[in-house]
């Protein structure tokens, strides 16, 4: 089948959700992360470090597939490793945790909020998204990711014991997540100070790990302070959030801490779409390890059934994988992901394929 | 004949005899629902003071952990499966069951089981969560298979190295990381490069993994969840022909 060409650009795309109207086809938010590193071949490690580098390889993949959002982030743990945590950078791949930095309960007292022109690697993301701003903030929308105050606390004291504590420590974890916050309030305000918009990632608050109990007590009254603030300081700005694994048992408490956008993983879109309801735009959700292992035509068929479950969601649906596009990816998976938003998520002529929903995306 | 629990009873002189009855009679069933109680309820002093009573009163430390704490983390397991219970959950009655079974361990006459199904599981080279790894080794540790946990990021070879050495008959492969997947693949390959490929089981678990994924690479099952990953296991040892032991 033809692919139809592409006259909006992708931040003329984009707008039409904040705006209300059907785009000419729907929008693909494929989560390039660390695979950016490939658009400038070099090693991941090298270009998570380095802010010039890491702007670049995120413009250079978005000028290579035209994907309709730039997603600044390495791994959900470095506002932890701004705080404190240390980190093993590996060659080739996402740096992971090293021991935790709360060891012990009264190891809270070294979590520090950050300063956000000098500590952890906050330069870098802050410094790569002003050069991403600058470079084609004019045509594509530009995001900066942070790990939302539970996936912080969890990377300073060890997802393993962290979980524990929600049992045994209750009012020490809430402190520990306080602090998290409000870091990530900065954050939030500093990303937002670059014509960037915050994203906010919160894996820990999987259903895959925690119940829809412990997200409501742990998980939502400090999600709902970070919707919050972009609402008040984002001039307008969608508050988008990211969950990955299952999340379906906590879509409950999620939808009350009041996000715009839910970008969604291991969940069948239809039932997504039935709970998204009128207050949600869905995104999501193409397997991220068949993005590495399957064949662009095994891509195309697995975007073409996501599209007909989501597509005429009422808030719309834009197009994506799960999570993080893996580093390996096959250029061609990534265009074959693209393409599929292309051919199925058409609203601009009568005689192209366009599953349910003409009259919104 | 000589029980190792009879020298931390008090001669039978020493109790009055009513209260002896009266011990005895409510205690085996009450005792033993406790234990299974405090692991399902994630009470772990509950789980520790029963399993100094259980001791005390004369309870047999294998009819204490089987029909006691294995049957509440059994419970749990179920809880786990329908989604009352979730990670965090699971982990506080494994915290509560592993308390009680250190007082029992050291009561337990080591003949009377059954000769345990060996059980070598991991995290591969290069992944460091293993939090689904460890949720799996408790449910087959739950279940009667003999662990042999390797920790993370596990040196393939010593998967394979490990096997042999404890003449495991499952080998449990986890990551969470797309870019380590693919190691699956190669622990699969060094066991058929020894020729001995078709002395193991292989399972695969982990958030990128999926049946299709295990079927391309070879490996014997998939599971989805810790609950699954002893359904499957159990199949796969029950389907395994019987080879000979090694010897």
Redesign the interface.
């Known amino acids: 089948m033809q692919i139809p060409e592409d006259t909006q650009t992708s931040l003329e795309r984009v707008l039409s959700y904040l705006q209300g109207v059907n785009p000419q086809r729907i929008a693909c938010f494929p989560l390039i992360l660390n695979h950016a590193s490939r658009a400038i071949n070099v090693p991941v490690s090298k270009c998570i470090q380095n802010a010039e580098l890491f702007g670049k390889a995120h413009v250079a993949a978005y000028r290579r597939y035209g994907n309709d959002l730039i997603t600044f982030l390495s791994s959900t743990s470095s506002l932890a490793e701004a705080m404190g945590q240390k980190m093993n950078f590996i060659e080739d791949d996402a740096p992971q945790l090293a021991d935790p930095l709360v060891k012990q309960l009264e190891d809270i007292e070294r979590v520090k909020i950050p300063d956000f022109s000098s500590d952890g690697r906050l330069p870098v993301y802050l410094g790569a998204t002003e050069h991403a701003v600058a470079e084609v903030g004019h045509e594509v929308c530009v995001s900066t990711v942070l790990a939302g105050p539970f996936t912080t606390a969890a990377a300073l004291r060890g997802a393993d014991v962290f979980v524990r504590d929600l049992y045994n420590n209750k009012e020490w974890v809430h402190k520990l997540i306080e602090l998290c916050c409000q870091a990530g309030l900065k954050f939030i305000d500093e990303i937002l100070k670059r014509k960037s918009l915050p994203i906010v990632a919160e894996p820990i608050g999987s259903a895959s790990l925690v119940s829809p109990r412990v997200f409501a007590e742990f998980v939502s009254p400090y999600l709902k302070r970070m919707s919050d603030r972009i609402h008040a300081n984002g001039g307008g700005l969608p508050a988008v959030l990211h969950i990955c694994g299952k999340t379906k048992p906590n879509w409950k408490p999620m939808r009350e801490t009041d996000w715009d956008i839910w970008s969604l993983d291991a969940v069948d879109m239809a039932e997504a779409r039935a709970f998204a309801g009128d207050r949600v735009t869905l995104v999501g959700n193409v397997t991220p390890a068949n993005l590495l292992k399957n064949t662009p035509d095994e891509i195309d068929a697995e975007a073409k059934i996501i599209c007909e479950k989501a597509i005429g969601s009422p808030r719309g649906f834009i197009l994506g994988s799960g999570c993080e596009v893996p580093i390996n990816t096959p250029p061609q998976n990534i265009d074959a992901l693209i393409n599929a938003a292309r051919r199925y998520g058409r609203f601009d002529a009568d005689d192209v394929v366009s599953p349910k929903g003409k009259s919104c995306c | 004949m000589f029980f190792p629990l009879t020298f931390t009873r008090p001669p039978l002189r020493e109790r009055p005899f009513f209260a002896r009855r009266s011990v005895m009679a409510r205690e085996r069933e009450d005792i033993l629902k406790d234990l299974s109680d405090s692991v399902l309820n994630?009470n772990l002093g509950l789980a520790v003071s029963t399993a100094r009573e259980a001791i005390e009163s004369g309870l047999d430390a294998f009819d204490a952990i089987t029909n006691g704490l294995v049957v509440g983390m059994n419970k749990a397991g179920v809880l786990y499966e329908e989604?009352?219970?979730?990670?965090?959950?699971l982990?506080?009655c494994s915290?509560a069951l592993y308390a009680a079974l250190d007082i029992l361990n050291p009561y337990l006459n080591r003949e009377e089981g059954q000769a345990k199904i060996g059980c070598v599981i991991g995290v591969v080279e290069?992944d460091?969560h293993?939090?689904g790894k460890?949720l799996v080794k408790i449910m087959l540790d739950v279940a009667g298979f003999e662990i042999h946990d390797l920790g993370r990021n596990v040196p393939l070879a010593n998967f394979v190295e490990k096997a042999k050495e404890v003449d495991a008959q499952l080998i449990c492969l986890s990551t969470l990381?797309?870019?380590t997947?693919d190691e699956m693949a190669t622990v699969i390959e060094m066991l058929k490069e020894e020729g001995i490929r078709d002395r193991f089981k292989v399972l695969l678990g982990g958030?990128?993994?999926?049946q299709a994924?295990a079927d391309?690479i070879g490996a014997d099952g998939y599971a989805d969840n810790a609950a699954d990953a002893v359904r499957v296991a159990k199949e796969l040892i029950a389907r395994k022909p019987v080879t000979a032991a090694r010897t």
């Open positions: 994630m989604e009352e219970y979730f990670v965090p959950e982990l506080i915290d290069g460091t293993d939090i460890n990381m797309t870019t997947m958030g990128p993994i999926s994924f391309r």
